[in-house]
C-alpha cells in the first residue's frame, strides 16, 4: 500500500521499537523478531534516537529514524528537505503532530519549493480515534498525507491481559510505567476493561483472537496506510500479522456493532470502512 498519496510502498502492518527493542527483549529476540517480520513482507521497520536512549536504533539500524523536532515549521520543511536532497531519505513525515502544524508545513512547502510531509504517526486504538478518523481523513484527501498509527493495542490493554490483574511480565509492571497501572485502576480503566470483555467475546465469534480483532479494526479506516505493532516474541508477532486475514471480516454491520459497544464514535466521522 502507498504511503499517504506518496509513492513509497508501505507493508500495512509495521514494526515498531519504542519500549521493546533494546531494553524489554534481548538482542537475539531482537533479531528474530525482525527477521519473521521480514519473511513475512513487512518491510517499515520503526526507531527513534530516544528508544531505549538509543539501545533500539543500535539493534535495528537507520531503516525508518524519527526525529522530533518542532517549530518552527519552516526550519523543520527546510531542514527535512536538505536530508533528502543530500540522499539520507527519500521521504519524511511528522509524529504527533497536530492537523494544523502539519498543514502549516505542508504550505510552507509549496510556498518555498520545498519537499511536504507524506504521513503522521499517530496513536490510535478503540479508545483513541478522534485524531485519526476526523482530522487525519482530511488531511489525506486535501494533501495526501497518510496516517502510521501505533499502539493498536493500547499497550497491551485490549489482549486482555490485564482484565484479572497486573502480571508480574506485563508493561504495566515495568519501571516507568507506573502510570499505565494508574489508568487501568481509574474509574475510565474499569470501564475499559468491561468493554475489553465484551470486546473478546465479539472475536471468539469471528474466530480470532482480541489483538487481531483490534489491530484489523485499526487497518479498516480510511487513511491508514500502516500499524505499527509492538511485539516481544515471534508468537505475537505471527499471531498480530494474522489481523490481515480478519479485516475482511469486518463488515458495516460488525463495525456498527462495535461502535455501539465502544460507545465513542467520533461525531462528525464519515463512512471509514475500507472495500
Not at 106 to 135: G, M, T, W
Request: net charge positive; proline share 3%.
Amino acid at each position: 500500500i502507498n504511503l499517504g498519496k506518496s509513492g513509497l510502498r508501505v507493508s500495512c502492518l509495521g514494526l515498531g521499537t519504542w519500549v521493546t527493542f533494546g531494553s524489554q527483549i534481548s538482542n537475539e529476540m531482537a533479531e528474530s523478531v525482525m527477521t519473521v517480520a521480514y519473511d513475512s513482507g513487512v518491510n517499515l521497520f520503526d526507531t527513534a534516537e530516544v528508544y531505549a536512549s538509543g539501545r533500539a536504533e543500535t539493534t535495528l539500524g537507520n531503516i525508518l529514524k524519527k526525529k522530533t523536532w518542532r517549530r518552527s515549521s519552516y526550519v523543520i520543511v527546510r531542514a527535512m528537505t536538505f536530508v533528502i536532497d543530500q540522499g539520507m531519505a527519500m521521504y519524511w513525515g511528522t509524529s504527533r503532530w497536530n492537523a494544523v502544524e502539519i498543514m502549516e508545513a505542508y504550505s510552507i512547502a509549496r510556498q518555498f519549493n520545498l519537499v511536504p510531509p507524506v504521513c503522521e504517526q499517530a496513536e490510535y486504538h478503540y479508545f483513541q480515534r478522534d485524531k485519526v478518523e476526523l482530522h487525519l481523513p482530511e488531511l489525506y484527501h486535501k494533501i495526501g498525507v497518510g496516517a502510521m498509527t501505533w499502539s493498536p493495542l493500547a499497550c497491551g490493554l485490549l489482549t486482555g491481559k490485564y482484565n484479572e490483574g497486573v502480571p508480574e511480565s506485563s508493561r504495566a509492571a515495568m519501571k516507568g510505567y507506573a502510570w499505565l497501572k494508574e489508568r487501568l485502576y481509574s474509574d475510565e480503566g474499569k470501564k475499559q476493561l468491561t468493554k475489553i470483555k465484551e470486546l473478546h467475546l465479539l472475536a471468539d465469534r469471528l474466530n480470532c483472537t482480541a489483538a487481531q480483532l483490534a489491530i484489523a479494526w485499526c487497518l479498516r479506516s480510511e487513511g491508514v496506510s500502516s500499524v505499527l505493532l509492538g511485539v516481544s516474541n515471534t508468537e505475537q508477532l505471527l499471531e498480530n500479522l494474522g489481523s490481515i486475514r480478519v479485516l475482511a471480516q469486518l463488515t458495516p454491520p460488525l463495525i456498527a456493532e462495535m461502535d455501539a459497544l465502544l460507545g465513542n464514535k467520533p461525531r462528525s466521522a464519515k463512512k471509514e470502512a475500507r472495500s
